[in-house]
């Protein structure tokens, strides 16, 4: 295991703690998408480019945009 | 049941729980010791049968294509879900909702945004296509591609009104694409049984190893999935965003 992979799954075990953490939703959602960031970066490292890509595309962009979406609806409504 | 009693049941689960898992780990082989076979048999053998550079592509739309087709239709069913319960959640709220602060209005948006949403759309769009055309040759693909390009159309949203992101993003229009790239990807198959031997066989010409019209119906696929996906995340943000936003503008016109 490279000094880069071990950094990386470290900081995937930190951004995963971070996000179980964040008691906010909102804020969760962005401390989410840093999560899926490093995730995907930890995939790429590890020489698997498509599941980062997938990794990216869901965990970074995905997730999170449907998360803010819904946080706006609901909280539209109850506002 | 006690609060002691509670805690005697959680520690005895938890200690068997984390026995069983040090037992698992234990066991796993060491890191970066791969010990299937299937790999190794397909890294040597998709590039010559297959004519696709990217084998990953090979394994997801050929070699186990009836897989993908399942996954594509989890995520049409997850469209579908989301669109059906957003529309009748709108059917209820017929009253407009309570506006706590009439005199406040929602900030305009700033050149930066606008810009640097502008900037993107184009950027964006493309770049998911040339990922979903690329899928068989490099890393990439339909569903990845396909959620770039949905990202596209939201930075349309970002960069503009709700109104100019219903034009490009139109959920009746999306209503039929949707369907239409799922669907492909079964006419494909459907294919593979009228010009080959059987379902998602390939039935067309490979090609030339590493250039853009090759590796048979992989492309094809991803094609139809990209539509799909790209479709599917454009819908979802247009129903969420129909419904966050239809309150909003009343406001604003009012």
């Known amino acids: ?79 | 049941m006690t609060r002691r009693a509670r805690l005697v049941v959680f520690l005895a689960g938890a200690g068997g729980l984390a026995a069983l898992l040090l037992w698992a780990i234990s066991g796993l082989p060491s890191f970066g010791n791969y010990q299937g076979p299937y790999g190794n048999v397909l890294n040597h053998v998709a590039v010559g049968a297959r004519h696709a550079t990217n084998v990953v592509s090979a394994v997801t739309f050929d070699y186990r294509g009836i897989d993908t087709l399942m996954e594509e239709f989890i995520f049409f069913t997850a469209v579908i879900g989301t669109t059906l319960l957003l529309r009748a959640q709108l059917a209820e709220e017929e009253e407009p909702a309570d506006d706590d602060a009439t005199d406040r209005r929602t900030p305009a948006m700033s050149d930066a945004v606008r810009l640097g949403g502008f900037v993107m759309t184009g950027v964006t769009f493309l770049f998911g296509v040339y990922m979903v055309l690329h899928g068989h040759l490099t890393p990439g693909g339909g569903f990845q591609g396909g959620i770039v390009v949905g990202t596209g159309v939201l930075t349309v949203y970002l960069a503009s009104e709700y109104e100019t992101f219903l034009r490009v993003s139109s959920p009746t229009v999306l209503d039929v694409v949707e369907p239409a790239g799922a669907g492909g990807y079964i006419l494909v198959g459907l294919g593979g049984l009228v010009g080959g031997a059987s379902f998602l066989y390939n039935f067309l010409p490979l090609g030339v190893t590493g250039q853009l019209p090759s590796a048979g119906m992989i492309p094809v696929l991803n094609a139809a999935v990209g539509v799909e996906v790209g479709a599917g995340i454009a819908l979802i943000v247009a129903e969420f965003l129909e419904q966050t936003l239809q309150v909003r503008k009343k406001q604003q016109t009012a």
């Open chain 1, 1 to 79: 295991m490279s000094a880069l992979q071990a950094l990386l799954l470290v900081l995937v075990a930190v951004a995963a703690t971070g996000v179980v953490l964040t008691r906010d939703p909102l804020r969760q959602t962005f401390a989410a998408g840093f999560y899926g960031g490093i995730l995907a970066l930890t995939f790429f490292v590890l020489q698997a480019p498509d599941v980062a890509l997938s990794e990216i595309v869901v965990g970074a962009v995905g997730f999170p945009l449907m998360i803010l979406l819904a946080l706006a609806k609901v909280r539209g409504g109850a506002e």
